[in-house]
């Protein structure tokens, strides 16, 4: 709660930012600058796999100065209730970006995520690029920290030395680091981008039957194994295609390339992605038709496919709208 209460508190000052300058400048009696006119935009898309497994995300961003945009955005993920035990997680995200001089762009987020009676994850996601047209190179980094329900188990008393059963709650923290390069020619372009996520020892929590309260750490095997009902699940969906913003990764990597002809965009990618708990990966291709129609604005489709990780069903669609106005 806390952390949505602070990115909305930061979306909220940023919106405001362009109408206090203004009000500052009137309070001088000077002539208030003329500001650009604002610019919003939107992206809407939805996915979904021969599992039926479905999600739906969409981004508003808005446009403060010609350097400066905060957006909001949000997600949801539904998987049928006989796959992978009806998985659903929602997501949300504030973040801001700006410009300094004309290479350095530098951006900061906020996002919150929660998959039902499984984790609440907090992110803070921070990026910066160097761009260089047509080139761009830049670094990623990033904060998570999970809360995991709470899990019925058993530890060994500390006052009695008797195995007793007990509620563990546990608390897992990772640090994520990464590197992105990008080219936009005119007809051509191409990306490579790669991420590593390095996590601490699990830090549980245990109330026993007799009262006594426990704190353990555990590494990722002894976690993986006390939280087994939990972490399969999340395992499951790691290394699918749909639903893989809001999983808990030990890495990842992709790469892509683009070609333009007049108004139509094709995009190649690959995606591979290897989950936190049990090491289990998946490979990814994917092709993407744009439509592109000016102003940053297009309508997407894409086909793609996933195998590895125990992927038996791992064929998709996905279609997305893109506008500024």
């Not at 909001?72 to 300094?100: C, I, M, R």
């Not at 907090?122 to 160097?130: G, I, Q, R, T």
């Not at 993986?224 to 499951?236: D, I, K, M, N, Y």
């Not at 708990?277 to 744009?290: D, I, K, Q």
């Amino acid at each position: 709660m806390m952390i949505r209460t602070v990115a909305f508190s930061l979306l909220v000052a940023l919106w405001l930012l362009p109408a206090g300058a203004a009000f500052a400048a009137e309070s001088d009696d000077e002539e208030p600058e003329e500001h650009p006119v604002t610019v919003w935009s939107m992206d809407l898309g939805t996915e979904v796999d021969q599992a039926d497994a479905r999600s739906f995300f969409g981004t508003l961003g808005r446009d403060l100065t010609p350097k400066t945009t905060v957006y909001v955005s949000g997600d949801a993920l539904d998987y049928p209730a006989n796959f992978q035990n009806g998985y659903k997680s929602v997501g949300l995200e504030a973040g801001v970006t700006h410009d300094f001089l004309k290479q350095l762009h530098v951006g900061g987020a906020l996002a919150h995520w929660q998959a039902t009676d499984i984790v609440s994850v907090n992110d803070l996601k921070l990026l910066a690029d160097w761009r260089a047209a047509p080139w761009s190179f830049g670094l990623r980094g990033g904060y998570r920290w999970s809360s995991f329900a709470a899990l019925q188990t058993t530890a060994t008393s500390t006052v009695s030395g008797d195995t007793l059963p007990a509620v563990a709650s546990c608390k897992l923290k990772n640090l994520a680091a990464g590197a992105e390069g990008r080219y936009q020619g005119s007809v051509w372009g191409g990306y490579v981008s790669a991420m590593s996520y390095h996590y601490s020892e699990a830090s549980c929590h245990l109330n026993l039957t007799d009262g006594t309260m426990q704190k353990e750490r555990l590494a990722a095997d002894a976690f993986a194994t006390l939280a087994a009902p939990l972490v399969s699940q999340l395992a499951g969906v790691a290394v699918r295609h749909v639903g893989r913003e809001e999983t808990l990764l030990s890495s990842s990597i992709s790469g892509g390339a683009s070609w333009k002809h007049d108004d139509l965009v094709v995009k190649l990618e690959y995606w591979r992605q290897k989950e936190h708990f049990f090491g289990a990966a998946s490979n990814t291709l994917a092709a993407t038709g744009t439509a592109d129609l000016g102003n940053a604005t297009g309508v997407d489709c894409t086909l793609g496919l996933t195998r590895g990780g125990g992927v038996t069903s791992g064929a998709f669609v996905g279609f997305g709208v893109r506008a500024r106005f």
